[in-house]
């Protein structure tokens, strides 16, 4: 049976700032697992390369998995490479030999230099480090390699279960749901794809998060996952969960804070959840990468639904058509949508975000990305968010069509009253100029204010006018069903960049359109928007 060794702790550790050309000879640091070493002194802002090492007492085939590296990473097993890792924030998982059993030299080098896949002028901080937690587990000969877990019909609690076990040969297998009922079925040549009815299924929602557990048992293996029964759809204007209209309300979301980085601990993750759901909130958008395992599987368990999206920020022709980043994209694309098939809270996966979709050379990179993820996931709704608004010529391609709109900061003089007075004018503009026959959803909306910056004119960066704009932004969201809902940009500021052109130039080196400030300290919107969707629950319940 699996064994399975949790490897958070204290690692050796080792830094340079070189280009890493091979394992040093001796540590003489030491840091945690997880941690951003670029937080740490001497460390504190530099580029360069980290390496966290520790032993493992393992043997035979194994599985290593890890929940987020930055920016790039190279994996060693005993000084040999077992794995290059490209794609900051993707979770990781490496099947592979670890040899005869005994003590085994794991050592994880994480470089933070920004590279063609993180660019400096994105719009949020690049930590070098390792984010998330690591484990490792021994595997049985032959192991179950990966189980999908889709809604075929919610009506009737239907689902498909599509498994794989090592190797061609066929293997009787037992399907166990939540401990209790039992369905013998059978691997043909190490592949299993049945469809049927879970006993006493109920439906996962936002109300009511209920969770399956399905555990596979064959071979000298038994392997489980944790899947919700629902289904996502849309029927003109407006987003559908188990055929009810459902409006997204909530906020982007950085994993991020100005002492751990991007190395958030579970307990960080989960006050932030419990408030956002406390407000009245349904929705996060993870910006602009792929997410955390812990962060979805606690979505999964206090019903809050997900936009997550594979890295990409404002990439820009020729090079967004060129074969090396299309390429990059459909492998992200891939494995982001394989490693959070399970997650019921995923409500839309999403890619490239704010990309040249004006452009109708785009359109047939938007469609073979859009074509990769639905090949892998034939239900789930896909989008990009955009800013090319009326000039967009990819809304065509999605089945949500997300846009980035910023009245009241971006795209008009400024005048407190009067730009104000905009905002729900030029969201109602957009909206008519966009597809009819699909949701419109806005994807990113807001203004930066400074916590404590006060000021009875309303100026620009106070708390005041942010909490104006977005009360607009609300009103706007609940007056129709023109709109299927909002993520609000953002959730709380965040670390980004000091020097830079144009919108780069960020007051503190941070983006300062939280609701919160980075240490989650309410700003007056907060306290407004809590207001507003408490009197509209109160409303709701007397009609």
């Not at 289904?231 to 950085?254: D, E, V």
């Not at 409500?347 to 990769?372: C, H, Q, W």
Request: hydrophobic share 35%; aromatic share 12%.
């Amino acid at each position: 049976m699996r064994q399975k060794m949790l490897l958070d702790g204290v690692w050796d550790f080792h830094y340079s700032s070189e280009e890493f050309i091979g394992i040093p000879e001796s540590f003489t640091e030491s840091l945690p697992v997880p941690s951003c070493y670029d937080l740490v002194e001497p460390y504190c802002g530099v580029r360069g390369c980290g390496v966290y090492r520790r032993f493992v007492e393992c043997g035979g085939m194994a599985r290593l998995c890890i929940e987020g590296l930055g920016i790039t990473a190279r994996i060693y097993w005993d000084r040999r490479i077992i794995k290059e890792c490209p794609y900051t924030y993707m979770p990781e998982e490496i099947i592979f030999d670890a040899g005869d059993e005994g003590c085994h030299e794991l050592v994880i080098a994480v470089d933070n230099r920004h590279n063609e896949q993180f660019r400096p002028n994105f719009d949020f901080y690049g930590y070098g480090g390792i984010y998330g937690s690591i484990f490792i587990e021994r595997l049985p000969n032959p192991w179950i390699e990966q189980i999908l877990v889709s809604t075929e019909d919610y009506t009737c609690g239907k689902i498909r279960i599509q498994a794989s076990i090592a190797g061609k040969n066929d293997h009787e297998a037992v399907l166990i749901f939540d401990q209790k009922e039992a369905v013998n079925v059978c691997f043909e040549k190490g592949g299993l794809d049945i469809q049927l009815n879970v006993p006493n299924y109920r439906l996962w929602s936002p109300e009511e998060p209920n969770l399956h557990e399905l555990t596979i048992k064959a071979a000298n293996d038994q392997r489980s996952v944790v899947f919700g029964i629902r289904a996502f759809s849309t029927h003109g204007r407006q987003i559908l969960l188990n055929g009810k209209p459902i409006k997204l309300f909530g906020y982007n979301r950085h994993e991020s804070h100005p002492e751990m980085g991007a190395a958030t601990p579970l307990q960080l993750i989960a006050a932030d959840l419990r408030m956002i759901k406390a407000q009245g909130c349904n929705f996060i958008r993870g910006s602009h990468y792929p997410q955390r395992r812990s962060f979805l599987d606690l979505c999964d368990r206090m019903g809050i639904m997900v936009w997550e999206e594979t890295m990409s920020w404002g990439t820009r022709a020729p090079e967004l058509h060129s074969k090396e980043f299309i390429d990059a994209q459909i492998e992200q694309a891939r494995k982001l949508t394989y490693a959070s098939f399970n997650h019921p809270c995923i409500a839309i996966r999403g890619f490239m975000n704010e990309n040249d979709s004006s452009l109708p050379e785009t359109r047939k990179v938007v469609k073979t990305l859009y074509e990769t993820i639905r090949s892998i996931d034939k239900h789930c709704l896909i989008s990009f968010a955009s800013n090319r608004y009326e000039q967009d010529v990819c809304t065509d391609l999605v089945d949500v069509v997300g846009m980035n709109p910023y009245p009241g900061w971006y795209d008009s003089s400024f005048d407190s009253i009067s730009t104000v007075d905009k905002v729900f004018p030029r969201l109602q503009k957009l909206s008519a100029a966009l597809p009819q026959d699909r949701p419109f959803l806005i994807t990113e909306i807001g203004c930066e204010a400074l916590l404590g910056f006060r000021d009875r004119l309303q100026a620009r960066w106070t708390e005041e006018y942010q909490a104006k704009v977005l009360l607009e932004v609300c009103r706007y969201v609940f007056s129709g069903d023109e709109c299927a809902g909002v993520a609000i940009w953002h959730f709380a500021d965040c670390r980004s960049f000091v020097n830079g052109p144009g919108i780069y130039v960020r007051a503190r080196g941070f983006n300062n359109k939280g609701v919160l400030d980075e240490y989650r300290h309410p700003k007056l919107a907060w306290n407004a928007i809590t207001d507003f969707l408490q009197n509209l629950k109160q409303k709701q319940t007397h009609e």
